[in-house]
């Protein structure tokens, strides 16, 4: 059975930083593109962040670029997410996702579009101005 565990939300000021992390158990951890989508009162899921099975290839969203790094350590079975700069239109409910895409090169650019496999649970980011 495939579980996705993230951790590390919480309350934050505003300029703050916090680290998101995400354990996965259940499957082939170092085969799986892995994913942060993030989800806030009233509306839709919104695409994070991405990172290729070998951490070689990395996607943002528009609204996180240059303040968010997504990581991952294969040994361990987990994928990091590295917040800085927080600001209040980052509140939102954090999920980490997986799929099963060993893609390469280009290949890896699809990874904020497809459709993820397996999903956490979510943890709780609140940031306060």
């Known amino acids: 059975q495939v579980q996705l565990a993230e951790s590390g939300g919480g309350l934050v000021q505003a300029g703050g930083s916090l680290r998101l992390s995400c354990a996965a158990s259940?499957?082939?951890?170092?085969?799986?593109?892995m994913a942060w989508f993030r989800q806030a009162p009233g509306k839709e899921r919104a695409f994070v962040a991405a990172i290729s099975w070998d951490g070689v290839h990395t996607y943002y969203g528009d609204s996180v670029k240059g303040r968010f790094t997504m990581s991952r350590d294969n040994a361990k079975n987990t994928v990091y997410l590295q917040m800085n700069s927080l600001k209040p239109e980052d509140t939102a409910v954090y999920y980490c996702a997986a799929d099963g895409n060993y893609c390469s090169g280009y290949g890896c650019s699809v990874l904020p579009y497809v459709r993820y496999d397996y999903w956490g649970q979510g943890t709780q980011v609140t940031v306060s101005s």
């Open positions: 259940g499957l082939t951890f170092s085969s799986y593109a």
